[in-house]
């Protein structure tokens, strides 16, 4: 089954039109600027035609995303609750991450200084109250150019006990953690001694209260291990904060095609296997609220 109409195939369409058309208007006008230039022997003629240019292809290249953003996420999501039949309770909204992030750790976890959310989806499954954000997550460090930190599903759940600080499994990073690379844990956490399989080989387990999470590491590696089995582009990760459970799921984003929108929506090829993900997202979380 396609999901599709007559109307947003036409919209998507004349949206491919106008960018065309956009990159046909800069290279117009940076031409007319270099002939003028070159006939005036005038170099600067040209710099003035190209950065007002380049400015309004930006500008114009992002109306145009933003639009087609709008109509892919909205036609996903009118789709969704049809296939959402055996969540207690749900909501979805578009363009907004699920308000727990707000609380979720930051630099050592997940760095960030901007959130790209296409839609999240708040409710409870046989009890368990949870919320998945699809989100881009990016950083701008100093004058450099923004690093993508995280893309795919961003879930909270309630912890069944509270743990009393932080305690979190990290993908180890590449190389030896160190101040240049900005992978040095930040003060008050301590890495976590451990001869786990998942220690030894991929994940840094650190906290803030070595005696209560030398406890609960065992739940720890159950809830990293039943994670790992889920279809990921990456390494999940894991941290508690208190009573908020959060988990970083590294995958492709729903619905789209790397950078772009799917041009056609298909309910089998689509909508059912992210459904499908999602319900083994939301039945792990059993696992990882006994942390």
Known sequence: MIVQNSERAITLRRLRGLKAFGWVGFASICGVGLWISHIRSEPEIFAATLFPAVLG???FSLLIAAKERRLQTDSYVAILPLLLLSLDTWSIVTRR???QIARMPGHYFVPRDEIDCDFHIEGSMRGIPFSVTQAVLTRSPGDETAETTFRGLIVWTRASTAFP??????RRPPQ???????????????????????????????T????????????????????????????PQVAIRGSDIYVLLPAARFGWDGQEPVPVLDVEIHLKPFVLNLMNVVASLAIVRAV
């Open 57 to 59: 292809l930006v500008a």
């Open 97 to 99: 991450p699920a308000r």
């Open 165 to 170: 600080g932080d305690f979190a499994a990290l």
């Open 176 to 206: 030896q953690r160190s101040l240049l690379r900005g992978t040095m844990l930040p003060d008050g956490l301590i890495p976590l001694p451990n001869t786990t399989h998942l220690g030894r080989w991929a994940y840094d387990f650190v």
């Open 208 to 235: 803030t209260d070595l005696g209560a999470a030398s406890t609960r590491l065992k739940g720890m590696v159950e809830a990293t291990n039943a994670l790992l089995t889920l279809k990921l582009e990456d390494l």
